[in-house]
């Protein structure tokens, strides 16, 4: 049962006033919003909508889903920011669509490192900022122990692995990068010192020459970071890019239906 | 709401985990069988209505810090609120233990890292990391030369030892002091939640020596 664990260590770097918390407030966002956007901020229906656990199972690694309808040219989402209000580093990425701006739905896995509000933010074509959020009760993702030892973590960095669900009748597709991707709040198990931040910031994935997304991570990604798509195969392979933040850069090519290209 | 914290482990320890909505690639192993016994204990202890606090172990906690905690520290039982005031009010070393990460080496510099404010006991010194189970040489070093410079080599002063209430690193650090010589350690297991709910004075602090 990793989860007691992982909410009792992270709980350990809970403010102390969150226990007594009932109704979660937006104070932290207050705060945190002008440090990201400009604009304002409505939360108008329709341009995306997100799929969060109320309570997590594994702190380190929320499934969180993102789904944008397919919407009129000129009101086109194409672009969505992660944050989790109460992470010490809350960007956990902007993500970027290609140019085909039908639905697209997107999962990621996060880190949420006391309870907070996960929230994403889609940006128009016409520059117009739309929010959904929802309340995640989870505690000690940031500092949560690496699942793998720094070894192994070290001989698989970059592999990657693309399958889609075509067979399953789903339009979808997983892209998996391997990766510590240390968060910098994780404590080393030997040296008793945290481990340096090292995490994959960037990551592009295309079809052929078309763009399907792009993202910019912060560390508030979780580890071996895997992001499920919606993808439809169309013969062209598929490329995986990704850089760490090390300067580091890996890439794969694969098949359009999944298979070893 | 508040629900008490014996209650929160044991509902921890019951509650049905849903599967992830997204499938994903297998991970390596975090887990450990212990909480399965603990849960089987803590269902007799609310049986019988009455709640031992855990005996002292003969040696550090090493990790799952925030649990229930022995009633003493050496034998000597635990300070309760109108204790810990008072030796505030006398002038007593108050020493916070809660561990803070600060920001990440290796970070990107322009990203945001908020560091939030720590709230402790008015006059308190943060010593933050010193109260895990084992300490790296530069942590180790740093508690005993926050504590000589503290106490001005005096290892007779009384000081006060805590974190957040059911935290086992105040236990840590308050045992580690006396095996550094400190006859009056004094371990406040209420922590800043039973200092703040008592409506006694706070502030926010932040390391010492950062």
């Known amino acids: 049962m990793p989860n007691r664990r992982l909410l009792l260590q992270c709980a350990l770097l809970l403010p102390v006033a969150a226990h007594a918390q009932t109704a979660p407030g937006e104070d932290t966002w207050v705060g945190l919003k002008p440090m990201f956007f400009e604009k304002p901020i409505d939360e108008a229906a329709g341009y995306v909508t997100l799929d969060a656990p109320v309570r997590a199972e594994d702190a380190a690694l929320v499934p969180v889903q993102l789904k944008f309808p397919a919407r009129e040219k000129g009101d086109r989402v194409v672009a969505a920011t992660v944050i989790v209000d109460e992470n010490p580093s809350p960007l956990v990425t902007t993500l970027r669509r290609g140019a085909d701006a039908g639905a697209f739905d997107f999962a990621l896995r996060l880190r949420v490192n006391s309870y907070s509000y996960v929230r994403v933010i889609a940006e128009t074509e016409s520059g117009a900022l739309h929010m959904v959020k929802a309340y995640v009760k989870a505690a000690g993702g940031c500092s949560a122990p690496a699942s793998k030892n720094p070894e192994e973590a070290k001989a698989n960095i970059g592999k990657m692995r693309f399958r889609t669900f075509a067979g399953q009748g789903m339009a979808e597709a997983q892209a998996m990068i391997r990766h510590p991707n240390y968060s910098g709040m994780q404590m080393d198990q030997l040296t008793r010192m945290y481990t340096p931040a090292w995490y994959v910031t960037q990551v592009r994935v295309r079809q052929g020459e078309n763009l399907l997304f792009s993202m910019e991570n912060g560390i508030s990604l979780s580890e071996d970071p895997t992001f499920r798509f919606s993808y439809l195969a169309n013969g062209q392979p598929v490329r995986i890019e990704a850089k760490d933040s090390t300067g580091a850069e890996f890439g794969q090519t694969f098949a359009a239906d999944g298979a070893a290209y | ?210």
């Open chain 2, 1 to 210: 709401m508040t629900v008490p914290p014996l209650a929160r482990a044991f509902l921890t320890t019951l509650t049905p985990r849903p599967q992830p909505l997204t499938p994903h690639a297998g991970r390596g192993s975090r887990s450990r069988p212990a909480p399965k016994r603990l849960s089987v204990l803590l269902l007799l202890a609310m049986a019988w209505g009455a709640v031992a606090a855990p005996a002292e172990p003969p040696s550090y906690r090493l990790d799952d810090y925030l649990a229930p905690v022995p009633a003493t520290l050496k034998g000597q039982p635990a300070l309760d609120v109108a204790q810990a005031k008072a030796l505030w009010e006398s002038g007593a070393l108050f020493l916070d233990v809660l561990p803070h990460a600060p920001r990440p080496q290796g970070l990107a510099p322009d990203t945001v890292f908020i560091d939030k404010p720590h709230v402790s006991i008015k006059g308190a010194f943060w010593l933050p990391e010193v109260g895990r189970g084992e300490l790296s040489a530069h942590t180790d070093t740093y508690f005993r030369q926050s504590l000589s410079a503290l106490t001005a080599g005096d290892f007779s002063r009384k000081i006060v030892v805590f974190c957040k209430r059911d935290c086992w690193m105040s236990w840590n650090a308050a045992r580690r002091a006396q095996v550094f010589g400190y006859r009056n350690i004094l371990w406040f297991s209420d922590g800043i939640e039973g200092w703040r709910d008592a409506g006694l004075p706070t502030e926010t602090i932040k390391p010492y020596g950062s």
